[in-house]
């Protein structure tokens, strides 16, 4: 709900014929949100919030400019997760690594049969293709298109044309792989949660 209702008042930011400093605000609160998270959790705390308030100071510096062009932040959130989210799925396809969709499979499944290790191989190139797409049109539409149009794209279609894509990963797996062998959505869930905790609990 929290998503939905932040996506609606960027996509009112986005396309406002007015820009204004409320509307920048939109476009900068949840990054610097999530910057002052990251300094406070930080083991070095105290530097992390200096960094932060220095980011601070700078952004109010150029805050005109942020005014004028907040829309440029709006682009580099939504295409640059995109982007990072393609990286890390493509990654993980290079020889000598476990593909992103196959360490969640182990999580729910244990050991993988041959079928499903194709399976999940393919499904990972799928994501990532859907994640690069995504941010390359992106791209394309802030470049070629009205910003209204652009932000219905990136702002009001992100979540269902995400659901899109989780529904028809799934039909294709209930048509490809055993009963025993599916992961309903939930359990997908659960694993990516658990793969970014064992993540965490490994970073230094």
Same mark, same amino acid.
Do not use: K
């Given at each position: 709900?929290?998503?939905? @209702? ?10 406002? @014929?007015? *820009?204004?400093? !409320? ?24 530097? %992390? /919030? ?10 109010? %510096? ?14 580099? #959130? ?9 990286? &890390?799925?493509?990654?993980?396809? #290079?020889?000598? #690594?476990? *593909?992103?969709?196959?360490?969640? &499979? ?7 049969? *041959? ?19 995504? @941010? %390359?049109?992106?791209? /394309? ?29 799934? &039909?294709? =797996?209930?048509?490809?792989? $055993?009963?025993?062998? =599916?992961?309903?959505? !939930?359990?997908?869930? =659960?694993?990516?949660? #658990?793969?970014? @905790? ?5 970073? $230094?």
């Amino acid at each position: 709900m929290l998503g939905t @209702a932040y996506a609606v008042l960027s996509h009112w930011a986005a396309a406002s @014929a007015e *820009p204004d400093l !409320l509307d920048a605000l939109v476009a900068i609160v949840p990054p610097l949100g999530l910057g002052f998270v990251m300094a406070w959790r930080s083991p070095r705390r105290a530097v %992390g /919030l200096a960094l932060f308030l220095a980011a601070c100071a700078a952004l109010y %510096g150029i805050s005109g400019w942020l005014v004028a062009h907040y829309n440029w932040v709006f682009l580099l #959130q939504h295409a640059g997760v995109y982007a990072l989210l393609c990286v &890390a799925f493509g990654r993980t396809l #290079q020889g000598g #690594q476990t *593909p992103m969709i196959s360490r969640f &499979a182990r999580i729910v499944h244990g050991e993988l049969s *041959p079928s499903l290790i194709r399976y999940t191989r393919s499904a990972t190139w799928a994501w990532a293709f859907y994640f690069g797409g995504i @941010a %390359g049109l992106s791209l /394309l539409l802030f470049w070629l298109a009205p910003v209204p149009l652009w932000s219905a794209f990136a702002n009001l279609l992100g979540i269902p044309l995400l659901v899109l894509m989780f529904a028809g990963e799934y &039909a294709v =797996r209930c048509y490809v792989l $055993p009963a025993a062998e =599916r992961a309903g959505p !939930l359990d997908a869930i =659960r694993a990516y949660r #658990q793969a970014s @905790a064992e993540g965490a609990a490994r970073r $230094p």
